[in-house]
Nanobody, 123 residues
Framework: QVQLVESGGGLVQAGESLRLSCAAS????????LAWFRQAPGKEREFVAA???????YYADSVKGRFTISRDNAKNTGYLQMNSLKSEDTAVYYC?????????????????WGQGTQVTVSS
């Protein structure tokens, strides 16, 4: 099983950018689907973006055009580039992975999760 470690969260002002990283260890995750979810206080965990092993990407409507998901299989690392951040993007962001994911927007589809990293956007 692969293990995931996240980094890159922080406190920024609205309109600024952050890049989150998700480093995998234990085995290569070249064949894994990688996803990002977020959870704000008092709210349910929601899908943000996903990318398959072949490079196909998917985004929630709320982040489309602002966020970009990518992966570097040689480094066993996934990324979430977040531009034009808004206060409503404030949440704990989690990366997740699993081989052979079908329903990629469902958190229950993933069996490996990072520890989460806090993103706070002030306005």
């Amino acid at each position: 099983q692969v293990q995931l470690v996240e980094s890159g969260g922080g406190l920024v002002q609205a309109g600024e950018s952050l890049r989150l990283s998700c480093a995998a260890s234990g085995r290569t995750f070249s064949t894994y689907t990688l996803a990002w979810f977020r959870q704000a206080p008092g709210k349910e965990r929601e899908f943000v973006a996903a990318i398959t092993w072949s490079g196909n990407s998917y985004y929630a409507d709320s982040v489309k055009g602002r966020f970009t998901i990518s992966r570097d299989n040689a480094k066993n690392t996934g990324y979430l580039q977040m531009n034009s951040l808004k206060s409503e993007d404030t949440a704990v962001y989690y990366c997740a992975a699993r081989r052979f994911v079908g329903d990629y927007v469902n958190a229950a589809s993933y069996d490996t999760w990072g520890q989460g990293t806090q993103v706070t956007v002030s306005s």
